[in-house]
């Protein structure tokens, strides 16, 4: 087995070489190989521990802050930045890169006892406190304090040597928001779209089972709604809203940021367990026309499950979403779930498949496997001892061939001839028959086999 990989490696490296650069709006001089670092989580200080096994490791970029609002605005206007300026000296005092997440996908508790509305209200009910990602993203006092809590942080650390990018949220969606507000941003974006009912009505054949619309006032929730086209034009509206958010966050950015920084942000994908296919709840190439660079997330089967299909599936969507621009893998595993823990050789493979398809960073989620609450058992490279061990000691071989091959690896170019055509919206419509109708096939059920049948005779695809 380990032969085997060491030589899919040699060929995955062969081909790498054989590329040639690329001209793009957003260009590196260097390759990234980084992790999601929180100085928050630990259970003890160790920070000076962990930077010396990073630069050992090759790691030369760090992404935090993502998920520190609790930590940071620990009561409204009470400002606590301590765990990041640590964490940004460190780093700088090391020649390690930082990239630095607005604060913003999961809310703390003071700000949900103040304001309980901004607790999303979806078809299910209005969510409940506790888990990552369940605000309405439209709430007024949410982007209010949302806007203070990122410009207090970026006024706090923008003149910071050490930050090269910004990463605006977290894999942002709608998130199901469906509440009396939103479904009124959605009534004035019909009248802005059809300008009449009689427009409206003809074009979703509003006419069947009664559900025509005879005043603007009437206009009933869509949650209820049978007519897949009126619930898949809503759906296209709830993207919109993702879309308009992240561009939100993204203007704000770029008042404190300096030229030689970047914005970017980490989009996910379809998820059966792993990165899939097509994201239903975000039009990716709309919503990354506000940013510098796509970043991704692609999470995948490992072991004697382990077929690159994935891995290249996901860069070649967040290749194509800025025209054949290269992009940042945010988060991939390192050792992730028990399932996934990298046979010797795998690792390597991994991050060479990354760059393969166009990536300028393969960074891991996450450095540290984490002591308590919902992840515990989502491995980092290091596991719960946090020390040395078979997968951190491969990252560093990584990290050595990042360094020397880097200036022959950053910026390549794929020239395709075979491109994969999708729509956010066919997915939608193709879905809403698939879970009313009783169908078990999903729009990413069709679309991916014909990705990999392509992947498999070694045809490279633009999405």
Known sequence: MKAIINRLSGVFLFLLLACTNVSAQYKTDKLFYGVAYYDEYMPYDRLDKDVKMMKDAGINVVRIAESTWSTVEPQEG???FSHIDRVLKAMHDAGIGVIIGTPTYAVPTWLVKKYPDILAITPRGQNQYGARQNMDITNVHFRAYAETVIRKMLEHVKD?????GYQVDNETKAYGTSGPNVQQLFVEYMKEKFKSLDSLNKAFG????????NSWDDFPSVNGSINASLTGEFAKFQRKLVTDYLAWQAKIVREYKRPDQFITQNFDFDWRGYSYGIQPDVDHFAAVKALDVAGVDIYHPTQDHLTGIEISFGGDLGRSMKNGQNYLVIETEAQGFAQWLPYPGQLRLQAFSHLASGANMVSYWHWHSIHNSAETYWKGLLSHDFEPNPTYDEARTIGADFEKLGPHLVNLKKKNDVAILFSNEALTAFNSFSFGWG????????????YDALYKINVGVDV
């Open 78 to 80: 009470v400002y606590d």
């Open 206 to 213: 509003l006419d069947y089972w009664s559900n025509r619309i």
């Open 439 to 450: 169908a078990r096939e999903t729009y990413n059920d069709i679309l991916r086999p014909f």
């Open 160 to 164: 910071q040597p050490a930050i090269i």
